[in-house]
Each structure stands twice: as structure tokens, then as C-alpha cells.
């Protein structure tokens, strides 16, 4: 009886022993399993620095995907953050600078603060003059997760204000100087149908002569204020091309070789080596430079020289198309590239201006984010100097 109390002692110990071995073990793979893990995850943190789990990660990585532009602001009012259509728009290195550097509009710095204090979403509108026109409609509202930042969401309403404003301002113009070439054919009709002309054969010629003239002016006319209209259009759209001036201008040159041979005007062209590369539009530096090389012909005396040079200067390249014409009173500068200025406007209309040519460049200009200088002398000449910023 003895013997089996030992047995079965010896058994239970046994028993006993063995479970513990076996919580060990499993204790033991337990771990193993949470060390297995935690490498996995550290690998994956080392891959994937930020993980979904980051809600910070994830609302700006949405941010990046919307078509407006997006701003996270904190409450000393310093740029945090910018999605990819804001830096499209201003640009990579305002990050950490004040909102006022970026934006210079009262109407969101006041809304900012009031969404501040309130932490109430704001909606304002804003209309910016210089040195572009810009329209747009700015959400602002707390961050959904930081309580120190504010998200702002510019929408931009650009190109709707600028039609609207367009329509009005093509049919006022349109309509007020083709009223005049229209006059002259409708004259020269009636003269040849109905007047002394109807059995006059070389008055009629005459008569045809000069309505082509005026049909030639009202066809430039509507070409100008065509182009001028989508210039004015996408005037806030930045060009972003690499282009080499020389090339534009040697282009330019080659294709108004016919009037600088008729009107026996010689052109020199110097390009300085450091002042070739800039950002822009090829179509469009060429149309900068057509119509300033056009007006230097139509201005010039017959044996007259046109300079055209560039060089950089003061982080700038500057382009200069000078010439010795009849030059330009000291007080009408300002007023030059107005829509429909002339200062002759019987010069103007004997060469064949629409009075929108310089117009047209201060816009192209202005698109290009350069800005454009007028030195002249009545009886001396001018000089156009188109400045852009060097790449």
C-alpha cells in the first residue's frame, strides 16, 4: 500500500513538473511571437517613418491631393504647411515665415485672428491688384486635430471675375473703335453704289483702296483685342519653360528682316553670356519682343539703327530695345501702355497701330512675374527694358 502512495506521489510530482516545463515553453513562445513582432514593426517604422496611424501624416498627405490651395497656419501666424497647389502658386520657401509675407491681404489676417478667438470657421472673399490681379474665395477653420493651427483654403475665382469683366470691357472697346473703320467702309459703299463714284471707275479704286485699309485696321484691331483679351485672362499663371533669350530675339529679328529692310534700319543684337536663361512662355516672349521691335521700326526714321541688348544685373536680366525714333513726351510715359493711348494717334493710324501693342507687352510682362521700364526723349528715341528674374 506504501509502494503505491509512493507511485502515485512520484506521478502527481511528475505531472506537476511537467505542466510547469510546458507554461515555460509556452511563456518562452510568447515572447518570442511580441519579439518577432516588434522587429517586424521597427523594420517597418524604418521603411514607413510615418504610418496611417499618424493623423497628422494623413491630413496632410490628403491636403496634397485637393486642387485648391491649402495652408496650415499656427497661432503666431507662421507658415506650417502648404500643399502642392500652394507651392505651385507662391512658391517653396515660405515655410516657417509670417502669413503676411505670403499674403498680403487684410480682409484673411483679420479673419484669421477672429477664427482664433472664436474657433468658428470664417469665409472671405479677396480681390488682389498688384502686381497681378488675383481673386479669391478663403475658407478659414481650426485644425481638426491641433487646437495651436489654422487651415485656410484659397479658392481660385481668377478666371470667372476676369470674364466677367472681360465680356464688358471687349464689347465697350470693340465696339467704340471699330465704329470708326466701319464708318469709312460703309462711306466708300454708298459713294460707289449711290454717289459720284457708281459710274467713276477710277474713283472707285480709290474709294476700294481705302476700305481695304480700314478692313485691314479692323481685322488687326479685333486680333489685338482677341489676344489681348487671354492674355489679361491668364495673366496670373506663371510660365515655368526654360528658354533661351537669344534664341527668342535672334527669331524675332529674322522675322521682321523685310520691314527693317524697307525702311533701311540697321539692328545690332548683343547678348552677354551670363544673361541668356530665364523661366517663361516661348509664344509669349516672342510676342513681347515682336511688338517692342515693331514699334522701333514703325517710330523710326528711314537710315536709323535699333540696339538690342541683355545682361544681368542685381539678380535680374534685363533686355534693352533701344532705338533713335521720335521718342515719347516725358509726361505721356506713364500712359503708353494704357489700352487705345497713341501718342500720334495720326502717326499711329498712318503705321497701322491698334494702340494695344504696348498693352499687350506690360501684361506678357507681368505673366512672366518681370516688369517693364520706358526712358525716352521726344525727338531723341527710346528705350523698352524688360526685366525678369534669373533662374
Known sequence: ?????????????????????????????????????????????????????????????????????????????????????????????FEGKHLASLLRAPEILESFDRCLDTNEKQVVEVEI??????????????????????????????EIAKVQKLKSDFVANASHELRTPLQSIKLGLETISQGHAKNDFEAQKKFITIMLDQAQRMENLIRDLLSLS??????????????????????????????????????????????????????????????LLENSIKYSEKGKNIHISSKKKNGLILVSVKDSGVGIPKELIPRVTERFFRVDPEKSKKVGGTGLGLAIVKHLVLQHRGELNILSEEGKGSEFIVSFPSQ
Not at 66 to 83: A, P, S
Not at 143 to 154: A, E, K, R, T
Open 129 to 158: 491688384k498688384n502686381p497681378i490681379y488675383q481673386f479669391f474665395s478663403a475658407t478659414i477653420f481650426p485644425h481638426p486635430v491641433n487646437n495651436n493651427l489654422i487651415i485656410i483654403v484659397l479658392r481660385d475665382l481668377t
Open 230 to 291: 487671354k492674355i489679361e485672362l491668364e495673366e496670373h499663371i506663371r510660365p515655368n519653360k526654360d528658354i533661351d533669350l537669344k534664341d527668342i530675339i535672334d527669331h524675332v529679328i529674322q522675322t521682321q528682316n523685310q520691314a527693317l529692310n524697307k525702311n533701311q534700319i540697321s539692328i545690332n543684337f548683343d547678348c552677354k553670356k551670363d544673361a541668356r536663361k530665364i523661366v517663361g512662355d516661348r509664344d509669349k516672349l516672342i510676342e513681347i519682343f515682336s511688338n
Open 1 to 93: 500500500m506504501e509502494i503505491l502512495l509512493y507511485i502515485l506521489i512520484f506521478i502527481i510530482f511528475f505531472l506537476i513538473i511537467f505542466l510547469i516545463i510546458r507554461s515555460l515553453s509556452e511563456v518562452s513562445d510568447a515572447r518570442s511571437d511580441v519579439d518577432k513582432k516588434k522587429i517586424i514593426h521597427e523594420n517597418n517604422k524604418e521603411e514607413f517613418p510615418e504610418t496611417l496611424n499618424n493623423k497628422h501624416y494623413v491630413i496632410e498627405n490628403t491636403l496634397d491631393e485637393f486642387l485648391d490651395q491649402i495652408l496650415i497656419i499656427n497661432k503666431f501666424k507662421e507658415i506650417v504647411f502648404l500643399n502642392k497647389q500652394a507651392v505651385l502658386r507662391f512658391g517653396e520657401n
